[in-house]
C-alpha cells in the first residue's frame, strides 16, 4: 500500500516536492492546498490530485498518512500543530518557526505522537557535505581553529517593493531564507553556535529586510567563526554554499560539487596525501529514482517516506534540530540590536 | 540530426564540478567576441549545430548570426527554454503569479492583450504558448530546425503527472515553429513511458549517458535497457560525468548504444573541441 501525501503551499518548494512524491514508488499525491486559485486550476485541469483551498479541510477528510508544509515560515505554526494533532507524520520547509516556544511546542506534540518529523534543510543529503562531516568525525584536520560558512546567490538584484520575503514579521528576508541553510550546516557539521557577536544586517535593495548577514559565531566547542551570506550578488548564477573548515592539520572546503581537502601530512587511513587532494560530487551523490533540480531534494523526501515505512524517527533534520537552527536565529538577530 | 552538437555551458559559467571554474569560465566570457571566436572554432572542426539556453546573451550571438549570413546561413541552432534560472531566481522573489506577470509578455492583467486574456481565463496552453514565443524571439531569422524544453521544466511537468502539457507543446513547435520537439530530461525511462502515453512516438530525448551512472536517474540499468530497446531519438549529454571520466572511455562506453544519435558536449579550446569531436565521428556507430 503506498503512503498518501498531501502537500500545503504550492509556491516553488512546494511544487518541487509535489513533482518528488507525485512519482515515488512508496507514496501517492493524494491532495494539494494553496490559496492561488491559478495553480490549483492547473492541478485540476491536468491532474487526478484533489485540490483544497483550506489545509483543515484537506487534513479532515484525505485520510493522509504525511503532509508536506511549505507555506510562508508564518503559517508553519498553526498548520504543522494542526497536523499533528490529527495524527499525520509531517515534513515542514526551512526555517521552521519564527518564535522558539511555538517550535517548541510543535517538537514535543511531534514526539509525543510518535510522529516521523523533518524540515527541509536539504544541504545535509548532498554528498560533499556528508562527506565533509564524516571526514570532521574522523579528526583528519586535528584540532579546529576556525570556521567560515558562506553563501551567496542572485535572488534580490534590483530595488522594488515584493512578496512576504519582503517581510521580516513572515519570516522574509536573507537571514530566514538564505542564511538559515548555513546556520543549519554549521550546527551538524561543526557543532551548534551558542553565541553570535558583531553582528550585521545589511539592507542592500530590500527595504524592509536584510539582504546580507555577517556574524561572528562561536559554537558550543569554544570554536569561532565567520558566517557570510548575501543573496544579492548576481556574480553567482544560483545559490552557493559553503564551508570552510581549518584546523591544526589542514583545510577542508566544501560545497555542493566539490570538497576540496589540504592535508599538512598524509593520511594513509583515509587514503589523502600530503597537500591538496579534490573529489567531486560525482563520487558522492546519493543515487534516486526521480532527479529534479538535485539529488538532495529527493533523497530528503525518500529519507522522510522510509522513516515513516520504518517506523522510526528521522536522524536528519528532525524538528528538534531545526528549532535548534530558529534558536541560533534569534541570537543573531538579539545580537544585530545592540 | 549532426552527430556531434557543441553546447553552451561553458560560456555561461555552468560547471557540474566546480563554482571556481564557473567563475573562470565568467571571466573568459564576459564579451559576446570570446563566445563567437570559440563557437568558429567550433565551425573550423566541422560541427554545424549549437544547442543553446534561451540566456539573454545568447540574443547577442542570434545578432551576430543574422548579420553575418554568408558565414552562419547553414548554421543550426537547437534552443533549449527557458533559462531556468531566471525563473527560479523570479519565484522565490516574485512568486509564480508575480513570475508570470513579469515574464509574459504584454500587460498580463489586461483584458485587452492575449496575455490578460489567457490569464484571466486560466487557459494555460495558451500561456504556455505565450511564454515560448516570448523566449524564442530571438532566433527569428535563424535555423532551429530541433527546439528543447529544459530539464528543470520537463522534470517538473513529467512528476507533477501534467502530460497533456507535453502533447500540447510538441503539437504548438511543430504548427508554429515547423520544428521538431525535443526534450530534455535526469529521468529518461519516466519521461519516455510518459511522452508514450500521450501519444508522442520517436521522440528527440537528451539526457544524461554516461559509464558512471551519474545523473541517470532510477540507475545506469534501467538506462541501457531503454537505450537497447526502446524507440525515441536519444541525444547523450553529461558523456563525461561533469569531467569524471576521461573522453575516450566515456565515448567508448556510448558506442554501445547504436541508437544514440548525437552527443552534445561543449569545450573552451579548439584542440579539445577537435579531439572530442574525433572521438564521436570515430567511436560513434550511428549514421
Known amino acids: 500500500m503506498k503512503l498518501r ?8 518548494m512546494g511544487l518541487s516536492h509535489a513533482a518528488i512524491v507525485g512519482p515515488h514508488p512508496d507514496a501517492e499525491l493524494v491532495a494539494v492546498c494553496d ?7 492547473a492541478f485540476k485541469k491536468f ?14 477528510n484525505e485520510k493522509l498518512d504525511f503532509v508536506i508544509v511549505a507555506t510562508p515560515t508564518r503559517f508553519h505554526y498553526p498548520i504543522v500543530k494542526y497536523a499533528l494533532e490529527k495524527g499525520i507524520h509531517t515534513f515542514c520547509e526551512k526555517p521552521f518557526s519564527l518564535r522558539t516556544n511555538e517550535g517548541e511546542e510543535l517538537v514535543s506534540l511531534a514526539d509525543k505522537k510518535w510522529l516521523v518529523n523533518q524540515v527541509g534543510y536539504h544541504n545535509h543529503f548532498i554528498g560533499t557535505f556528508i562527506e565533509l562531516k564524516r571526514l570532521l568525525k574522523a579528526n583528519i584536520l586535528g584540532e579546529l581553529v576556525h570556521f567560515t560558512g558562506e553563501a551567496y546567490g542572485p535572488v534580490v538584484t534590483k ?7 519582503s517581510d521580516p514579521e513572515e519570516g522574509g528576508g536573507c537571514l530566514f531564507d538564505y542564511a538559515s ?10 557543532g551548534r553556535p551558542v553565541n553570535a557577536k558583531g553582528t550585521l544586517r545589511k539592507m542592500i535593495y530590500s527595504k524592509n529586510v536584510e539582504d546580507a548577514v555577517y556574524s561572528m559565531l562561536t559554537l558550543e566547542s569554544g570554536l569561532t567563526g565567520v558566517l557570510s551570506v548575501n543573496w544579492s550578488d548576481e556574480t553567482y548564477r544560483k545559490m552557493s554554499t559553503s564551508l570552510t573548515l581549518i584546523g591544526k592539520k589542514g583545510k577542508i572546503i566544501c560545497d555542493a560539487t566539490e570538497i576540496k581537502i589540504y592535508l599538512k601530512e598524509a593520511n594513509p587511513k583515509e587514503k589523502l596525501g600530503k597537500g591538496w587532494t579534490i573529489k567531486y560530487i560525482t563520487e558522492f551523490a546519493i543515487p534516486v529514482d526521480f532527479y529534479l533540480r538535485g539529488e538532495e531534494y529527493s533523497a530528503q523526501i525518500d529519507n522522510f517516506i522510509g522513516c515513516i515505512i520504518k517506523k522510526k524517527q528521522s536522524e536528519i533534520n528532525s524538528f528538534a534540530q531545526a528549532l535548534s537552527t530558529d534558536r541560533i536565529i534569534d541570537l543573531i538577530i538579539a545580537d544585530s540590536k545592540n | ?33 570570446a563566445i563567437i571566436k570559440v563557437l568558429d572554432q567550433a565551425m573550423e572542426t566541422g560541427i554545424n549545430t549549437f544547442m543553446c539556453t534561451t540566456h539573454d546573451r545568447i540574443a547577442a550571438i542570434c545578432d551576430h548570426m543574422r548579420n553575418n549570413p554568408g558565414k552562419y546561413g547553414n548554421f543550426n541552432i537547437f534552443p533549449c527554454m527557458p533559462y531556468a534560472h531566471k525563473y527560479a531566481n523570479a519565484v522565490t522573489d516574485l512568486g509564480i503569479v508575480g513570475t508570470i506577470k513579469q515574464y509574459v509578455p504584454g500587460n498580463i492583467f489586461s483584458t485587452f492583450t492575449k ?14 504558448e505565450l511564454l515560448v514565443d516570448a523566449e524564442l524571439k530571438m532566433f527569428k531569422g535563424i535555423n532551429t530546425p530541433v527546439i528543447f524544453i529544459q530539464n528543470v521544466v520537463v522534470d517538473m511537468v513529467l512528476g507533477l503527472k501534467m502530460y497533456e502539457v507535453f502533447k500540447a507543446f510538441d503539437s504548438y513547435i511543430r504548427k508554429k515553429y515547423n520544428a521538431e520537439p525535443g526534450y530534455i530530461t535526469m529521468n529518461l525511462p519516466a519521461l519516455l513511458d510518459a511522452l508514450n502515453s500521450v501519444g508522442i512516438e520517436n521522440p528527440i530525448i537528451c539526457s544524461s549517458v554516461n559509464k558512471l551512472g551519474f545523473r541517470m536517474s532510477g540507475g545506469k540499468e534501467i538506462y541501457e535497457r531503454y537505450l537497447s530497446e526502446k524507440q525515441f531519438r536519444p541525444i547523450a549529454m553529461q558523456v563525461l560525468a561533469a569531467g569524471a571520466l576521461r573522453p575516450k ?28 569531436k574525433n572521438l564521436i565521428e570515430t567511436l560513434l556507430i550511428k549514421n
Open chain 2, 1 to 33: 540530426m549532426d552527430k556531434v552538437i557543441f553546447g553552451d555551458n561553458q560560456f555561461f559559467a555552468v560547471s557540474h564540478l566546480s563554482d571556481e571554474k564557473s567563475r573562470e569560465q565568467a571571466i573568459r566570457f564576459k564579451d559576446d567576441s
Open chain 1, 5 to 12: 501525501g498531501g502537500i500545503i503551499g504550492l509556491g516553488k
Open chain 2, 115 to 128: 496575455g490578460g486574456v489567457a490569464f484571466l481565463r486560466k487557459d494555460f496552453i495558451g500561456l504556455m
Open chain 2, 249 to 276: 572511455e566515456a565515448i567508448e562506453y556510448l558506442g554501445r548504444f547504436p541508437k544514440i544519435e548525437s552527443v552534445l558536449f561543449g569545450a573552451s579550446s579548439k584542440n579539445h573541441i577537435q579531439e572530442t
Open chain 1, 159 to 165: 530595488e522594488k517593493g515584493g512578496t512576504w520575503r
Open chain 1, 35 to 41: 490559496t492561488s486559485s491559478l495553480i490549483l486550476d
Open chain 1, 47 to 60: 491532474t487526478s490530485v484533489n485540490v483544497h483551498t483550506d489545509y483543515i479541510r484537506m487534513i479532515d
Open chain 1, 181 to 190: 541553510h548555513v546556520i543549519n550546516l554549521i550546527q551538524e557539521i561543526a
